[in-house]
């Protein structure tokens, strides 16, 4: 069973969610997932950011077609600027999370391998699966991808749950 590695703050929690540019993939999970901790009566003891890998698109606004799919389904994607991983992030964030293998590979190389996931590990239906990019596609591809991310947050909740908990 696919585990988070513990806060570095106890009590306290910070999911990082990452992929290339931070227009698509990561900024719709973290949307998600802050929506779901809010449902869950967490979002005053969990942060939740997103960035990317490369700096293409720093200071940009989430992609529109990324951003239509979360607002068709009630979430807000307006506060989003995309970002660029750095290494003090480690230090930071609790655990970072990579929408694909590239990305975990990239984050491992980066800084500590120990706080890196795949996302899709906690994926209920296709444990292990990594997130397509739907930068390339049609619209579906962006629907696609956001009920990829809305399974895999909600499952996500209870193990963030798990890993504030002391031990």
């Known amino acids: 069973m696919t585990s988070l ?18 227009i698509c993939r990561s900024p719709s999970a973290d949307v998600v997932l802050e929506s779901m901790l809010a449902e869950a ?13 490369g700096d293409w698109h720093v200071g940009d606004a989430m992609d529109p077609r990324s951003a239509a799919a979360l607002h068709g389904r009630g979430y807000d994607p307006t506060r989003h600027a995309a970002q660029q991983v750095q290494a003090g992030w480690f230090g930071r964030d609790d655990v970072l999370l990579a929408m694909d293998e590239s990305h975990r590979s990239d984050l491992s190389r980066l800084g500590d391998p120990e706080r890196v996931r795949l996302f899709g590990e906690f994926d209920p239906d296709d444990p ?39 031990s």
């Open 5 to 22: 590695p513990a806060p570095h703050r106890p009590g306290h929690y910070r999911v990082a969610f990452i992929c290339s540019g931070n």
């Open 128 to 166: 292990g699966v990594e997130v397509p990019d739907p930068y390339y596609g049609g619209r579906d591809g962006f629907e696609e991808v956001l009920d990829m991310i809305e399974r895999t947050c909600r499952a996500l909740v209870p193990h963030i749950e798990r890993a504030l908990s002391p």
């Open 41 to 53: 009566g967490l979002s005053d003891r969990v942060e939740v950011v997103s960035g990317g890998i």
